[in-house]
T-cell receptor
Framework: GENVEQHPSTLSVQEGDSAVIKCTYSDSASNYFPWYKQELGKRPQLIIDIRSNVGEKKDQRIAVTLNKTAKHFSLHITETQPEDSAVYFCAASFHTNAGKSTFGDGTTLTVKP | EAQVTQNPRYLITVTGKKLTVTCSQNMNHEYMSWYRQDPGLGLRQIYYSMNVEVTDKGDVPEGYKVSRKEKRNFPLILESPSPNQTSLYFC????????????FGSGTQLSVL
């Protein structure tokens, strides 16, 4: 089955700096790669996603890049703010079996003011 | 309001006492799934369902049962809970119409003594 590895497990940055979180996946059939943000005590919420027919996607300060050949994808947050502090999860799934999703172990991002 | 509703929010029980965690969604989503979240282990999928009467094992199905008799409901059953099932549980739903974005419930914190 699919295996998703996420690094780093913790990340601390100064406000205004950029943060990068990386994930690798094992199943070349996976074609949907979402990123979820989970604030303390709350449910995970989708912040951005990318499909295998796209190499990069951007939404304001957040961007995701995908390298299908290397089987890895990354989340980039620019101009970080204290409210970006949360746990971030990457995931991978295969479109026609979308109920089956495999998540990374999560990255705890702390943005210091 | 579109939502995934889980109950109860908190549950303390004893080893061996059968319990059910309910999950209901009002978005007419085809896919529903259950995850458990443990520190450092991310979100691990327990079971998922692609539609009514169609369920399949996720990555950690041992000790759990599910059923999908109606499209909106997807209860998680622990026939004989054990302490290693103490965890935070999330139900989620998604649909091709929402580009497979996962909508999570608010979570159930289960403690098995």
């Amino acid at each position: 089955g699919e295996n998703v590895e996420q690094h780093p497990s913790t990340l601390s940055v100064q406000e205004g700096d950029s943060a990068v979180i990386k994930c690798t996946y094992s199943d070349s059939a996976s074609n949907y790669f979402p990123w979820y943000k989970q604030e303390l005590g709350k449910r995970p919420q989708l912040i951005i996603d990318i499909r295998s027919n796209v190499g990069e996607k951007k939404d304001q300060r957040i961007a995701v890049t995908l390298n299908k050949t290397a089987k890895h994808f990354s989340l980039h947050i620019t101009e970080t703010q204290p409210e970006d502090s949360a746990v971030y999860f990457c995931a991978a799934s295969f479109h026609t079996n979308a109920g089956k999703s495999t998540f990374g172990d999560g990255t705890t991002l702390t943005v210091k003011p | 309001e579109a939502q995934v509703t889980q109950n109860p929010r908190y549950l303390i029980t004893v080893t061996g006492k059968k319990l059910t965690v309910t999950c209901s969604q009002n978005m007419n989503h085809e896919y529903m799934s259950w995850y458990r979240q443990d520190p450092g282990l991310g979100l691990r999928q327990i079971y998922y369902s692609m539609n009514v009467e169609v369920t399949d094992k996720g990555d950690v199905p041992e000790g759990y049962k599910v059923s999908r008799k109606e499209k909106r409901n997807f209860p998680l059953i622990l026939e004989s809970p054990s302490p290693n099932q103490t965890s935070l549980y999330f139900c989620a739903s998604s649909s091709p119409s929402t580009n497979e974005k996962l909508f999570f419930g608010s979570g159930t914190q289960l403690s098995v003594l």
